[in-house]
């Protein structure tokens, strides 16, 4: 019983998504491989070798690659799939983009968004924005698998000495192409991976109030910025800060939920944080039943004198 991950990569370093993957890869038992398909990337590639607890990279080199697209790396993936039992992804937009293809490709139902491995073929996963625990058992010879990071510890990205073999390339399936991307560039820590998350809501007001408030408080925390849903659909921040059932799953080691009364939804994206502090002038508010601290205040008030005493 060998189970494959698919790394999450930028063709030089391996991204932390991976690291949890290989965790719940091996709490399927048997070895773990690791496939880092991408355009001249033999040191992600050195890298996967390097965590602790996988046996063996697999280094899939080549053009198609280069961008991560689903059809490609999908095709590479089908044809090393005879070898193993359990392939798994993170749940990422990447993991998510590519998993499905594979399992219909491989005609076996897909087992997404995992938090637990139970055995080889049983696992949890959570519905009903997280109100509710499915156990699921799955009976197909290979078991397609995207894993919520935040359920799983991540393994040691050291310590490892796996060997990297070279495996033939598949070549571009010709169905998609990339045409470009335009990624916001910040000094923040990335969200989902972030220690510790600032997050404001709907009751800063706008935009110009969610920046002067929030922002400074995460810059003397070195933290990411989140925001609910209703902050993001009201313009106060982007979309890719959204935290939530329908945005990033996260789990800090600390959250601070500053004007966020806390529907399930927004519960849904970071109840599993270590530390969670709420500010809110509703002492009513649904954020107080999962926090770990809770301040009954006026956000404009509590946050400053909070970022002036730090």
């Known amino acids: 019983m060998t189970a494959l991950v698919i790394a999450e990569h930028d063709n030089a370093t391996v991204k932390v998504a991976?690291?949890?993957?290989?965790?719940?890869?091996?709490?399927?038992?048997?070895?773990?491989?690791?496939?880092?398909?991408?355009?001249?990337?033999?040191?992600?590639?050195?890298?996967?070798?390097?965590?602790?607890?996988?046996?063996?990279?697999?280094h899939a080199d080549g053009d198609a690659f280069a961008h991560g697209l689903a059809?490609?790396?999908?095709?590479?993936?089908?044809?090393?799939?005879?070898?193993?039992?359990?392939?798994?992804?993170?749940?990422?937009a990447s993991g998510k983009n590519i998993a499905p293809?594979?399992?219909?490709?491989?005609?076996?139902?897909?087992?997404?968004?995992?938090?637990?491995?139970?055995?080889?073929?049983?696992?949890?996963?959570p519905i009903y924005a997280g109100n509710a625990i499915a156990t699921v058992?799955?009976?197909?010879?290979?078991?397609?698998?995207?894993?919520?990071?935040?359920?799983?510890?991540?393994?040691?990205?050291?310590?490892?000495?796996?060997?990297?073999d070279s495996v033939n390339a598949t070549a571009d399936s010709g169905k998609s192409s990339f045409v470009g991307a335009e990624i916001a560039k910040s000094d923040r820590p990335e969200l989902t991976a972030a220690k510790i998350i600032v997050s404001?809501?709907?009751?800063?007001?706008?935009?110009?109030?969610?920046?002067?408030?929030?922002?400074?408080?995460?810059?003397?925390?070195?933290?990411a910025i989140g925001?609910?849903?209703?902050?993001?659909?009201?313009?106060?921040?982007?979309n890719d800060l959204q935290v939530g059932q329908t945005g990033k799953i996260v789990a800090p080691q600390l959250y601070i939920a500053a004007g966020i009364s806390g529907a399930i939804q927004h519960?849904?994206?970071?109840?599993d944080s270590k530390v969670i502090v709420a500010i809110n002038k509703d002492e009513e508010a649904p954020i107080f039943s999962v926090a770990d601290y809770g301040l009954v205040a006026d956000l404009f008030q509590a946050v400053p004198e909070l970022t002036n005493s730090l």
């Open 101 to 125: 293809r594979v399992a219909a490709k491989l005609d076996v139902a897909q087992i997404s968004d995992i938090t637990k491995v139970d055995s080889p073929d049983t696992f949890e996963r």
């Open 267 to 271: 519960l849904a994206g970071m109840k």
């Open 18 to 58: 991976t690291l949890n993957t290989v965790t719940a890869a091996a709490a399927c038992g048997g070895d773990v491989h690791v496939l880092v398909a991408g355009a001249n990337a033999a040191e992600a590639a050195k890298a996967a070798a390097q965590i602790a607890g996988v046996s063996k990279v697999l």
């Open 71 to 92: 059809e490609n790396v999908a095709a590479q993936i089908i044809a090393l799939a005879g070898d193993y039992s359990h392939i798994l992804f993170p749940a990422t």
């Open 227 to 238: 925001a609910s849903r209703a902050a993001v659909d009201a313009g106060y921040a982007p």
């Open 137 to 164: 058992q799955s009976a197909d010879k290979v078991k397609v698998i995207t894993v919520r990071t935040t359920g799983f510890d991540a393994a040691a990205a050291t310590g490892g000495s796996a060997a990297v």
């Open 200 to 223: 404001g809501g709907r009751a800063l007001g706008s935009s110009e109030k969610f920046d002067e408030v929030i922002t400074p408080l995460a810059d003397k925390l070195g933290a």
